[in-house]
């Protein structure tokens, strides 16, 4: 075929064949450590910077869309695109940092700061050990998570996915908060935000407005997650634990019941009084319909938080009207976080040196196709082989340190890293975390 | 960064001056007669994305996302060298997705199809070549995604036009763009300038403002200049064609108000914006608009060239037609007595010269006069070798 006529057929070839010549190609500059966890969107691996740094990251690859054995291109998903559109305009120390984008053979990687823990993870092992989480380290998590927030939502994105696998805490305590594949920008929307997307936050977490119906929302939802998580941090078990009512075929959505009941037996009924509004709410004749509880939460604090400040943080974060809860920049300004013990920047600062969190847990790629080998020497294969077998010799070091506790047989938050969107991977505590996406 | 453009990846990445301008067209301008056959492409190209937007029912801001996505595109590309075609398609997929108003893959194939292959026109009967395989369009979108390095986040005119002017019940622009207004909106800080007041514009002043804006994409001034400073540009020239307006700031500059205007400006403005409910605030005087541009702290300067790069663009415009009768009769009956460019120039004519650049240029490659090392031609030759062997 000469030039000319391959032109005609396809102009584009050209362009292509430019830019595949120029691209470096992922594993040019990172080596891969080891599988980390997956999820609906994909997978994520733990890596190496090939560059002289030599700094750990986690890589997330999207997966890649397949037309019966062969991948295809079959469009990027809006997740995808907000993940990446928001991901490379923001910067903040309590945000999980984006380093690069690789679009490389119709898939995507988003190499990310790594983080060796989550909040997940942290409740995890202080259940398993039966512990409490230390206050001064419960404290400063809550702390950097709002300070985190804080950023996102004066940059006008709701994160509208907040919960303990989705934020993550480096080695060094720092709190870093992930995966934006759900969060949205406000400013000035074309089109009002339940449009988008008819389910938003895992059920656990979901703010009492998005269980009543409502076609509004506002960043009020992330401050209710915090909320949840907090108290999640002090009793190592999620605070309203409901059961997800399936969407019925013509994917309406249908009331959560058993959620709403988890949040008003700890919160009470709420009342017209305490939410204008809540009349008018679409599902306000189902709330109508559920057994009246009185408020309890203080009860609820008294063998879980032992501190006044901390009841009353909890308290306004899980306002009822979405008007009259904390805004993340109240939250901060909290009496709790100036009376001692005082948030710390290294959240684990108050450890002591053998208190320390396991490390994530990394394992060998079951699906190994998803990382391509670079077409090698076989210098190149052999160094690969070797690391793999450290990979896997590390990963049989870790799981005899964490079959030393009683109940640690899965990988645990190790599968949690940026989120399992789809709930799909086994967590440690055995329940699915359930979000259902729709549109 | 929603509110903070000068840390925003538009700001610090993709605000280019003109010389990345000249030397983005430095392959183009080779097969160019006459370097404003490449503004009238630039032209064309919006006005076929602004075409492809409508159809797909897409807001204003996301056709003007879509365009500084082709506009970005084509400061790393040729039009000689790529199919502008697809990549327009690919530019408002993208957009609709990144401004959250996403739409289905096979309709963009569709539309654009019917748009740029429909036969039954003979203005648009140049472009043969648009795939009709969803895959050819997400596999360009992947490759403009990689272009444009994942920065999907532009900053627009309309929101600086909005925050400056926008008063409750202007139908001008609630109905047209704002959508659903109180779905989680607060005005942010601006971010320039003083960030207080606003200015009343007549309803007219105001939609014609819009409309400047919207021309102001027709061009490259969207790469060449931050959004708010178009917008104020924008204000300003509308204040200056809009009857009404004009009347009343000569009515204010007649009657000795010009020369206080700086004192009474700023006395009108600290005024008003102590009382963050000004819409209540009953003026008795007109209000002073030379005052409130002088009041806003940017360089008028900047504000003067901006205003003779859009005269030019309306300039280049007024010579350019889609009245597809005029492509065949009066084009080419009109040819300047000084040269061989013709007066009004059509898509048809801009089609054929895009596919002679095209031509030349594949030939100039795969020819002797090749350059070595250019990765392409060595793959071409090694191709070649390929299937001789």
């Known amino acids: 075929m000469t030039h000319q006529q391959n032109t005609l057929n396809d102009p584009m070839k050209m362009y292509r064949d430019k830019r595949d010549m120029a691209r470096k190609r992922v594993t040019d500059k990172y080596a891969i450590q080891g599988f980390i966890s997956s999820g609906t969107y994909g997978r994520v691996y733990k890596a190496q910077s090939k560059e002289s740094d030599g700094r750990i990251h986690a890589i997330k690859k999207f997966k890649p869309d397949k037309e019966g054995d062969v991948v295809t291109y079959t469009g990027i998903s809006q997740s995808a695109i907000r993940e990446i559109a928001l991901n490379r305009e923001i910067s903040h120390e309590n945000v999980v940092a984006l380093k690069e984008v690789i679009l490389e053979d119709k898939s995507i990687y988003m190499v990310f700061e790594f983080a060796e823990h989550d909040f997940l993870q942290v409740i995890h092992h202080h259940s398993q050990s039966r512990t409490a989480v230390p206050m001064p380290v419960l404290k400063s998590l809550t702390y950097q998570l709002l300070n985190g927030l804080l950023y996102l939502h004066n940059a006008h994105i709701i994160h509208r996915d907040l919960k303990p696998a989705n934020i993550l805490i480096t080695a060094g305590g720092v709190v870093k908060i992930g995966d934006l594949g759900l969060a949205r920008l406000t400013y000035q929307p074309l089109q009002p935000l339940f449009m988008g997307d008819k389910v938003v936050v895992t059920i656990w977490y979901r703010a009492p407005e998005l269980l009543l119906g409502a076609k509004h929302y506002n960043k009020a939802v992330d401050v209710w997650a915090v909320g949840c998580v907090m108290a999640e941090l002090a009793s190592l078990r999620p605070i309203f634990k409901g059961e997800e009512a399936k969407l019925d075929a013509k994917k309406n959505v249908p009331f959560q019941k058993d959620q709403m009941l988890k949040i008003i037996e700890v919160l009470g009924t709420p009342e017209e009084r305490d939410w204008p509004g809540l009349k008018n709410l679409p599902e306000y004749s189902s709330l109508q319909r559920l057994d009246k509880y009185h408020d309890r939460l203080g009860e609820w604090c008294r063998t879980r938080l032992n501190s006044k400040e901390a009841f009353e943080l909890l308290r306004q974060l899980f306002a009822y009207d979405p008007d009259n809860r904390l805004t993340a920049k109240e939250a901060l300004q909290h009496k709790w976080f100036q009376e001692d013990p005082r948030p710390t920047l290294n959240a684990f600062a108050s450890l002591a040196p053998n208190q320390g969190y396991p490390q994530r847990r990394i394992t060998h790629d079951d699906a190994p196709s998803m990382i391509p080998l670079p077409a090698a020497s076989q210098a190149q294969t052999q160094t690969q082989a070797q690391q793999l077998a450290q990979v896997q010799a590390q990963a049989a070091h870790l799981s005899q340190q964490l079959s030393t506790h009683p109940h640690s047989g899965k990988a645990g938050s190790a599968a949690s890293f940026a989120s399992l969107s789809g709930g799909a991977a086994g967590v440690g505590s055995g329940h699915a975390r359930k979000k259902t996406r729709l549109g | ?389």
């Open chain 2, 1 to 389: 960064m929603a509110t903070d453009f000068w840390v925003s990846s538009h700001y610090l990445r993709w605000n280019v001056d003109s010389a990345v301008l000249r030397q983005a067209r430095a392959e183009d301008i080779q097969y160019v007669d006459h370097p404003e056959y490449l503004d009238f492409l630039a032209l064309f190209f919006a006005g076929l994305i602004a075409k492809l937007g409508k159809k797909l029912s897409l807001r204003q801001r996301v056709i003007a996302t879509a365009t500084v996505f082709f506009r970005r595109f084509y400061l790393k590309n040729s039009y000689c060298e790529t199919d502008p075609f697809i990549v327009i398609a690919a530019c408002c997929y993208v957009a609709a997705k990144a401004e959250e108003s996403p739409v289905h893959i096979k309709n963009v194939v569709s539309e654009a199809r019917s748009l740029f292959s429909s036969e039954a026109t003979t203005l648009y009967s140049g472009i043969k070549t648009f795939p009709s395989d969803n895959a050819k369009l997400a596999e360009m979108e992947f490759y403009l995604v990689g272009d444009l390095e994942c920065d999907l986040t532009v900053f627009h005119p309309y929101r600086t036009l909005m925050t400056l002017c926008w008063k409750e019940g202007s139908d001008v622009i609630s109905e047209a763009e704002a959508g659903e207004l109180g779905a989680g909106i607060d005005d942010g800080p601006r971010y320039w300038g003083t960030g207080e007041g606003k200015l009343e514009m007549h309803e007219g002043a105001l939609q014609m403002a819009w409309f400047i804006i919207n021309d102001t994409y027709r061009s490259e001034i969207c790469l060449l200049y931050p959004p708010h400073l178009i917008a104020i540009t924008a204000i300003y020239m509308a204040c200056a064609i809009h009857q009404e307006t004009r009347g009343d700031i000569e009515k204010q500059t007649q009657s000795g108000a010009y020369a206080f205007s700086g004192s009474q400006g700023s006395q009108g403005l600290t005024r008003r914006s102590s009382r963050p409910s000004s819409s209540s605030y009953k003026r008795q005087q007109p209000q002073d608009i030379v005052g409130f541009l002088a009041g806003l702290n940017v360089n008028m300067a900047l504000i003067a060239t901006i205003t003779q790069e859009i005269v030019s663009l309306y300039a280049l415009w007024d010579r350019y037609s889609e009245d597809a009768t005029t492509d065949s009769a009066r084009a080419s009956l009109k040819r300047s007595a000084s040269g061989s460019r013709p007066e009004i120039i059509t898509p048809g004519l801009l089609i054929q010269l895009l596919w002679r650049m095209r031509e030349a240029r594949s030939a100039d490659l795969s020819g002797a006069h090749s350059t070595p090392g250019r990765p392409v031609a060595v793959n071409k030759m090694l191709e070649r070798a390929q299937a001789a062997g």
